[in-house]
């Protein structure tokens, strides 16, 4: 169940799940596609401190078949 206070952690954990993947094989997936290093470890850190980036989280969602979806608020916007 989805809960709109889980951090990008716990939902990476959920798409790797939910696609029988592995952090490793996430990590190796993104090294191949982006050209970048990325390895278990960055990707684990990465997470764990809250610091990956929004282009990262994109490539994330594109290897694991998710999009990115968002709504924004009218009220909280003020309109």
Do not use: P, W
């Not at 939902?11 to 290093?37: D, F």
Request: aromatic share 8%.
């Amino acid at each position: 169940m989805y809960n709109q206070f889980m951090n990008t952690r716990e939902e990476v954990k959920i798409m790797l799940g939910s696609k029988c993947m592995t952090l490793k094989e996430l990590a190796r997936r993104m090294t191949e596609l982006s050209g970048k290093n990325y390895s278990q470890s960055l990707l684990s850190h990465k997470l764990k401190d809250e610091s990956l980036r929004y282009s990262e989280m994109k490539l994330i969602c594109k290897i694991l078949g998710y999009r990115i979806y968002i709504d924004f608020d009218e009220i909280r916007l003020g309109r």
